[in-house]
């Protein structure tokens, strides 16, 4: 049965992105700016309709404290704007937009995720996420950390390094279909097992394609989306949480967060037709699948997932417009899509979306 | 439709160098006491809202991930915001609205900085070495300032001084210069034309706190609530041909839609106490003009006539103002959770008597960024 919104329903009414670039040649302002003048004139809306603003990136990938200011250039800010940031994946921007427009007093909010990892490390840059005092001196980096989990979910029997590799085999041959996406060439599992191991049991290939991206996403409360489309999405659910960061206090076998999450969403309150996964490790798949008790029936990650494009800091949104997309074409009536922050899934957002008008 | 909001719990670290404490320890001392206040526990809080500038200040991206322990919100939401300068109060905004939007009841929202761990004037020039730091770009705004208001130099002497006095009222403070004076304030080296190194803030370590609740909820803890009346963030390009850096367009649309919002239409009158973001002595008669309390061209003349003294009619910063403290990410924050001390008369030896209304007030960027809100101690107060 189609969803039937409320007046304090939000929807999704216009997503843009850009091609996940392995580098590009040009500042993230540039990213943005392309990302939101698409976004605006496919929706045929003013940026004087906006009424919130509210964007996610990271300093740190630019090398530059303060980096977010400059993308406010790409975003449009004169006359001045309702404008705020979150220095998290912009799928947390949605988050608090989301919240936002349910205060009743704007109709229209403009979300932006964007990031530009080509030009650090990313494992170096992001092993600062430990704890500075006793983790990140060792150098323990998220990958190093993914290694530790994709282990132990192969020690507890929970999967082989045979179901890891056919994660990236489904997610590349996904892609092909996905203009944006950066890895799309088909492989084999024989092929990706004989590959040498970079964190065991994990490989390169199980690792994401960091790229250079944005997403952005307009939403609505009820009556002005009504007026803005003919296909909204709906956001009918919302939640996100997260575990410690110390390991030790950790199954990491598991992902709780993420169950809390899609309970506090209501994802398990419906069937789900497809689901988008925050996927930055292949193993990660496996246990998101658990925790969302998703069965044969979903399509997860048709898009190819960050296994084969990761914009990083518009990777979580991007899993939310893709989920969008389906919904709006007519290829899904209720999905899912999962964001995540932290080493080995230590945080994680849970969107529920909905067709219907 | 939005639902009413309130501060039930306030609690802040002391400002100054505090080496000997985690990053950990800092914010979860300010938690810990903001939630005694409330008379409330972790298991009370629904969700976390976290903020301070940017990661490069202490080198650990993401804060919200490790120090998700620290304060109690594994298993809970926790949302992390970053708006520069302007952070402290964009948090208590974002914190607000998770509560007014209706998802949550009860939010505990913390910002801090451990300047001692890192380099801020590297960090506030792009992570540039021998950049110009905040002084440096706002100096030549605040000689244009003068030149255009022809204030006399001594106001923001005037200024320096009577925020340090006044925080030698508020043990939290990090400066307690019991000897300052025009003559020091004068006589100390000059940093950035106007600006003397007296004029400028102090490099804090420090954690700010509040837990914030919901109208059916304010009855469980006993301390007077401050209700949330209106809020407001407006935010304009750091620079282009023609930007007004003096009267900012921002900073005036931000305070017109907060006054809007809360019924305030003469806001020298109707507000009781003010805490403004002044890191730079010359910026409190720049706010009051660029946030439509005085005129254009009279907000020197406020801080000349002693409105703005603790016994003033317009008493601004009676904590002392950032500068005397100035935990960067946090100090945005401390500036909202002294409105909110003043409205529940918590504020101690720098209480205003019989505060009713407050507006806390910060600002970030290229001054671009600006965050505002205004408590008071009752839901519906009246002005006239």
Known sequence: MAFSPGENDIAIVGVAQTDAHARFEGPEVVLIMECVNRLLSDAKIERDDVGFTIAGSCDYLSGMPFAFVSNVDGMGAWPPVYES?????????????????????????????????????????????????????????????????????????????????????????????????????????????????????????????????????LIARRDRALELTDSPVWITGLDHRIESHHAGLRDLTDSPSTRLAATGAGAFDGDVDVAELHVLHAHEEIILRDALGLDDVAKVNPSGGPLAGDPVMATGLTRIIEVAKRIAGGDATRGIAHATSGAALQQNLVCVLEGGS | MARPCAVVGIGQTKYKRQLPVTIDGLVREAALKALDDAELTFADVDAVVIGKAPDALEGVIMPELSLAHALGAVGKPIHRVHTAGSVGASTAISAAVLVESGRYDTVLTVTYEKQSEGNATWALSGGRSGGQGAGGTFAPWIREYIRRSNAPEHIGWTVAVKDRLNALKNPNAHLHLED????????????????????????????????????????????????????A???????????????????????????????????????????????????????????????????????????????????????????????????????????????????????????????????????????MWIVSSELQPEFN
Not at chain 1, 156 to 178: L, P, Q
Not at chain 2, 186 to 203: A, I, N, T
Request: aromatic share 8%.
């Open chain 1, 85 to 217: 940031h979150v220095e998290m994946d912009g799928a947390w921007a949605l988050f608090e937009a989301w919240l936002r427009l349910q205060m009743g007093d704007i109709d229209v909010a403009m979300v932006v995720g964007s990031g530009k990892s080509s030009p650090c490390n990313a494992r170096e840059v992001f092993h600062l996420q430990a704890d500075p005092y006793v983790v990140a001196p060792l150098g323990i980096d998220p990958d190093a950390m993914a290694g530790i989990q994709a282990q132990a979910l192969v020690n507890a029997g929970k999967a082989s390094e045979a179901d890891i590799a056919d994660v990236v085999v489904r997610s590349r041959a996904n892609a092909s279909s996905n203009p944006h996406a950066q890895l799309t060439d088909a492989v084999s599992a024989d092929e990706l097992l004989a590959a040498p191991y970079d964190m065991a049991p994990l490989r390169a290939h199980d690792v994401s394609a960091k790229a250079d991206g944005a997403a952005a996403m």
């Open chain 2, 180 to 231: 300052i004076s025009i003559e020091k304030v004068k006589e100390s080296p000059m940093l950035w034309d106007p600006l003397h190194f007296l004029e400028s803030c102090p490099s804090s370590d420090g954690a700010a706190a509040m837990v914030l609740t919901s109208e059916d909820k304010v009855g469980r803890s006993p301390n007077p609530p401050a209700w949330v009346l209106g809020h």
């Open chain 2, 233 to 371: 963030k407006r935010t304009e390009f750091s620079s282009f041909p023609g930007r007004d850096t003096i009267r900012i367009q921002a900073g005036l649309d931000c305070a017109e839609a907060l006054y809007k919002k809360v019924g305030i239409t003469n806001p020298r009158k109707q507000i009781d106490a003010a805490e403004l973001y002044v890191p730079f002595s010359w910026y409190e008669p720049m706010w009051l003009e660029g946030h439509l309390i005085a005129e254009e061209g009279a907000g020197w003349k406020m801080t000349d006539e002693g409105a703005t003294a603790l016994d003033g009619d317009f008493p601004v910063n009676c904590s002392g103002g950032v500068l005397s403290s100035n935990p960067i990410g946090a100090s945005g924050m401390i500036r909202c959770l002294e409105a909110a001390n003043q409205v529940r008369g918590t504020a101690g030896d720098y209480q205003v008597d019989g505060a009713k209304v407050a507006l806390g007030h910060a600002y970030g960027g290229a001054a671009q960024y600006f965050a």
